[in-house]
Structure formats: C-alpha cells, structure tokens
C-alpha cells in the first residue's frame, strides 16, 4: 500500500511539473509565434523581429567570420519583458547615447536625434556640423583615444546605450559594461558589402531609439537615389567603360579593394572597368608593385588615391607613383574635399550611409555627361600643387 501510494505520488508530481514545462513551452512557442520578421533588402549582418511592444535585434555578422550571434530585446515604454536570454536589453525611452565610431553619427543626424549623443572618442574625427553644436554646447564628453582606454569614463556618463563597431578592441570590455549595466550593442556594418548594406544599418539604430519608421524612411530615400543613379552606370556598355585603378603603397605593398568588396562594387556600377577585378576578395587585397605596374600603367583614373592634398605631394611621398599614366595626365581623384571643422574627413562618416552620392561622384568623375548638372560631393581631382 506505501509503495502504491508512493508510485501515486511520484506520478503526480511528474504530471505537475511535465504540466508547468508544457505551459512555459506554449507560452515561449506562442511568444516566438508572435514575432513577426521585418525583412531588410540589403544587409546580411543583422535582423530584426517585431513583438507585442517590443523588438528584437540579432547581429548575425558582427565581424568577418563570427561564430556567434549576439541578441538584444528593445522595450516599448511599460511593456512587459518577454522570455528569452539576451546580451542587452534596452528600454524605451532613449534619452543619452555612446558612439564609438564616425560611421554612426549620421544616423543620429538623420533621425533628428544627434543630441542624445553624449560621449564619443576623439572628437576632432566628426564632420556633422549638428554634432559640433553640441560639442560647443559643451555636451558631448571627449572619451580620448578610444573607449577601450576609457571605459571608466562610459560608466561615469550611464547613457542608455553605448554602439561598439568590432573594428576596434572594446569587445574585451563588454562584460565589464554588462556589470555596470550599461547595454553594449555591437554594430558591424562594416562587413557588409553591397554599398546598400551598410546604409541599412540605419534602421537598427532607428529601433534602438524607438525611431523605425523614420529610419525607413531615412533608408528609402538613399536607395531611391541610388538605385536611380545605378541605372546610368549600368547603360554603359562594356568598351565604353574607362579603366580604373584604385589603391596604394604602403610599405612595398599595393593594398586595392577586393573584387568582391564594396569599394570594388560601387566603381563596377559607376560605369567604371576596375583594373583589380580579378583579385577575389570582400576587404583589401595586398599585390606587389611590378604586377600593379603590369596591369595599371595605362589606367585612365586612379581613384581613391588615399588623403593627398596634391599631386605633387603624392608624387614625392612615392616617386613609382609618376609612372602611371592617371598620374601623368592628372585623372587622380582623392575623397578629401569635404572636411569637418577639425580635419576629419566627411567621407568616412557620411559616406557610408549616403553611397548614393560616392556613386553619383564616380558616375560625374568617369562619365560626366551624365550628370552634366552634378557637383563632385567627396571626391575631387588632385591639382599639381597647392
């Protein structure tokens, strides 16, 4: 009788516990049912889902070759936390925010929120005359070389979020962040490369800042224009295509865009022959100078010809450089006509989320009939000398 009661007893309490974990497995099925998946056009590095008053973000591709996939959960104002494991959790309403890379900054300039920004390394980097307003206000803190350097400084500050690009050494001190209960989000725009992609990123910093469907719209218009300028690269035909080389020395190597990368992508549909279109590659690819030589020496544009102010600056900081006949004839083209306040160069904060005008400059450089009304944004030819 005692063992039957026993049995009974067992029986039960496996039955209220199979019961209990039933329940929490309908309860997670039915919240993940509930999840709807917003789909992105261009980039591959991160994804969103909708839920009953909240987000959820995964960056899948937070460096070339990550074995991991980072989750955050964003919560609409009094909405209630939904199951599930994640590596931050942010709370709308946003008020304070840390960036770490210049690539962000246009983000919070083109969501109208630039003055949540209250921390940032180097401030002499930024061209956003917006964010310099706020700097001369006196609100935004300098966090020196780096927030690697600085952590102490970010925890001080408490913002609601801090974005860290991968392209530094701050992964090391997302723990340290997590204990202070400062949410981390990682952003790798970086990795990708369609010149769309990293452009996209703008509505993972929309949700961030409960600002969706303005960063669509934000999006939208920069594909409109790209897309629109894209077709006229496209029309040329193959033997109209002017040849292009790109790249530089350093150190006896000759580092070019890759074929597969998004500089290598954006001269193909700028109407432009890239020299290098053979050299797989999604980053920069290292070539020695007697096979640049080989290939390039009757290049008709050199573009992206590093921060040169002039030619003949160039041409005495690397004599092999004179060789080429884009050098000779002057059709060397450089992304440093725009400057902020500070000497930082707009093309690599802007540049990146407006690729529609680095396209449209390629298409006026290679095929200026085409845009016989444009003016060069970034680029700008190199003179002899100042």
């Excluded at 996939?69 to 909405?79: C, D, G, K, S």
């Excluded at 936390?81 to 590596?87: F, L, S, V």
């Excluded at 930024?126 to 927030?147: F, H, M, N, R, Y």
């Amino acid at each position: 009788m005692k063992k039957l009661r026993f049995y009974f007893l067992i029986s039960s309490v496996s039955l209220v516990v199979f019961a209990s974990f039933s329940r929490c497995k309908e309860r997670k099925d039915k919240e993940t049912a509930m999840l709807e998946n917003s789909a992105l056009s261009y980039a591959s590095g991160f994804t969103i889902s909708k839920g009953n008053n909240y987000w959820e973000l995964e960056v899948t591709q937070a460096w070339t070759g990550a074995d991991r996939i980072f989750r955050y959960l964003v919560l609409e104002e009094n909405a209630e936390k939904p199951t599930g494991n994640y590596d931050a959790i942010i709370q709308l309403p946003v008020e304070n925010v840390v960036l770490t890379s210049t690539t962000q900054i246009p983000h919070l300039d083109m969501l109208n929120a630039t003055e949540k920004l209250i921390g940032f390394p180097d401030l002499n980097l930024i061209s956003s005359e917006k964010t310099w307003k706020q700097i001369d206000a006196g609100k935004v803190t300098d966090l020196g070389a780096g927030p690697s350097a600085n952590t102490e400084m970010v925890i001080d500050l408490a913002p609601d979020w801090i974005m860290i690009s991968t392209l530094g050494e701050d992964l090391k001190y997302l723990d340290l962040l997590a204990q202070a209960e400062i949410p981390a989000i990682i952003n790798g725009e970086y990795v990708e490369q369609h010149p769309l992609g990293r452009a996209e990123w703008i509505k993972f910093t929309g949700i961030l800042l409960g600002k969706y469907e303005e960063a669509k719209v934000a999006f939208e218009e920069v594909e409109k224009a790209y897309l629109e300028a894209e077709k006229l690269g496209s029309s040329i035909e193959g033997s109209l295509r002017p040849s292009v080389l790109s790249g530089v020395l350093y150190q006896d190597i000759w580092y070019a865009p890759g074929s597969e990368s998004w500089g290598a992508k954006i001269l193909q549909n700028a109407g432009g022959n890239y020299i290098f279109s053979a050299q797989k590659g999604t980053g920069s690819v290292q070539l020695n100078y007697e096979f640049v030589l080989e290939n390039a020496l009757e290049a008709d544009f050199w573009i992206g010809s590093a921060d040169y102010s002039d030619l003949q600056t160039m041409g005495n900081a690397e004599p092999r450089y004179r060789a080429f006949a884009a050098f000779k004839s002057g059709n060397v083209f450089s992304y440093t006509q725009k400057k902020g306040r500070a000497g930082g160069l707009e093309y690599f904060e802007l540049g990146y989320m407006r690729p529609d005008l680095i396209l449209k400059d390629l298409i006026k450089i290679l095929h200026p009939d085409l845009l016989p009304d444009y003016e060069l944004y970034f680029y700008q030819r190199l003179n002899e000398s100042n």
